[in-house]
Nanobody, 124 residues
Framework: EVQLVESGGGLVQVGGSLRLSCAAS????????IGWFRQAPGKEREGVSG????????YYADSVKGRFTISSDNAKNTVYLQMDSLKPEDTAVYYC?????????????????WGQGTQVTVSS
């Protein structure tokens, strides 16, 4: 069974940090790209960051560049999103998703698998 399970969300003050985790199982991790997306109430889903597992290529949306860092631990089949200098506008439900072939394409296009999401709330 394919699973993507997010964790690490929570409530944090402006300027604080959180690290989200996306644990993958049920597919060949190295063949995939993993993306992080977010959706705030009343807004469309937005691509945040992505990583190609096999070669480590990364992508960041302009809104998070310089503040968020994506990484992977291939031994644990887990992708992390380190979020620093958080702002109120980062408040959203964050989802991870996987697709193969591992194309980043600015996180546009169809993804094969999605997690259930984790809430991030940044208070001012």
């Amino acid at each position: 069974e394919v699973q993507l399970v997010e964790s690490g969300g929570g409530l944090v003050q402006v300027g604080g940090s959180l690290r989200l985790s996306c644990a993958a199982s049920g597919f060949t991790f190295d063949d995939y790209a993993i993306g992080w997306f977010r959706q705030a109430p009343g807004k469309e889903r937005e691509g945040v960051s992505g990583i190609s597992i096999s070669d480590g290529r990364t992508y960041y949306a302009d809104s998070v560049k310089g503040r968020f860092t994506i990484s992977s631990d291939n031994a644990k089949n887990t992708v992390y999103l380190q979020m620093d200098s958080l702002k109120p506008e980062d408040t959203a439900v964050y989802y991870c998703a996987g697709r193969t072939p591992p194309l980043l394409l600015r996180l546009l296009g169809k993804y094969d698998y999605w997690g259930q999401g984790t809430q991030v709330t940044v208070s001012s």
